[in-house]
């Protein structure tokens, strides 16, 4: 035979992070638990409820953001970091092409250096044209 309904309840609120489930999933569970005890017209003291988790993590990974390492706006002369930086500040900056020929950075890569110098102030002005993209500081 199949499980009764208070069963299903009791697994459903089973599912916390302790027990090594995520945030979400408890939220989600706790949420279908609620709603079958309004459905089925059961009582919510025949059962234990989980506390909600203390911390909740971005619902798209669950996972927490890594520690990553500020990109250093005056770099060592001959580092990569160095000739992207010296490309940029050249009179009409650089290309994607040139930037990537110089690096030997695939294009996401470059894009990721980009946006975090960003995020760290270095100030880099993206633009695009006649499909280029160009980037200066």
Same mark, same amino acid.
């Given at each position: ?26 939220? @989600?569970?706790? !949420?279908?638990?609620? +709603? ?10 025949? *059962? &234990? ?44 900056? @650089?290309?994607? !092409?040139?930037?990537? +020929? ?10 990721? *250096? &980009? ?23």
């Amino acid at each position: 035979m199949g499980l009764s309904t208070k069963q299903k309840v009791d697994a459903l609120l089973g599912k916390t992070v302790a027990n090594g489930c995520t945030a979400g999933e408890q939220s @989600a569970a706790v !949420a279908k638990a609620r +709603e079958m005890v309004a459905k089925y017209k059961l009582r919510d003291s025949d *059962f &234990v409820w989980p506390l909600e988790p203390t911390s909740k993590l971005n619902n798209a990974s669950e996972k927490p953001k890594r520690n990553r390492q500020p990109v250093n706006l005056n770099p060592k002369e001959g580092t990569k970091s160095h000739r992207v930086f010296a490309a940029m500040r050249r009179a009409g900056g @650089a290309t994607t !092409a040139e930037l990537l +020929e110089l690096t030997g950075w695939v294009p996401h890569t470059l894009r990721g *250096f &980009v946006s975090h110098a960003n995020k760290d102030g270095a100030r880099i002005v993206t633009g695009r044209g006649d499909g280029v993209t160009r980037y200066a500081m």
